[in-house]
Nanobody
Framework: QLQLVESGGGLVQPGGSLRLSCAAS????????IGWFRQVPGKEREGVSS????????NYADSVKGRFTVSRDNAKNTVYLQMNRLKPEDTAVYYCAAGPDSAGPDYSDYPHVADFGAWGPGTQVTVSS
């Protein structure tokens, strides 16, 4: 059974940092692009960033460019999203999902929800003073 689990969310002040982790069980992440997405109540889930299976390519939504960094450690079967200079508008539930490399940054400017499967349950990030 393919499962992804996000962790690392929490409450942080504006300007602060968090690092989210996306861990896999039941399968190896080596062969999959991984996308990060976020969603706030009443809005559609949006793509934030993705990384290719090799880690050699990444992409970011314009709203997070220069502040967020995606990386992966295939030996640990884990993908990370380092979030710096957080803003209140970054508040959302953050999800990771696995997809083929054709869904990743070598083929698209940002991740699309429909191209990814094997979603995790999400982790809440709240940016507030």
């Amino acid at each position: 059974q393919l499962q992804l689990v996000e962790s690392g969310g929490g409450l942080v002040q504006p300007g602060g940092s968090l690092r989210l982790s996306c861990a896999a069980s039941g399968f190896t992440l080596d062969y999959y692009a991984i996308g990060w997405f976020r969603q706030v109540p009443g809005k559609e889930r949006e793509g934030v960033s993705s990384i290719s299976s090799s880690g050699g390519s990444t992409n970011y939504a314009d709203s997070v460019k220069g502040r967020f960094t995606v990386s992966r450690d295939n030996a640990k079967n884990t993908v990370y999203l380092q979030m710096n200079r957080l803003k209140p508008e970054d508040t959302a539930v953050y999800y990771c999902a696995a997809g083929p490399d054709s869904a990743g940054p070598d083929y698209s400017d940002y991740p699309h929800v429909a191209d990814f499967g094997a979603w995790g349950p999400g982790t809440q990030v709240t940016v507030s003073s």
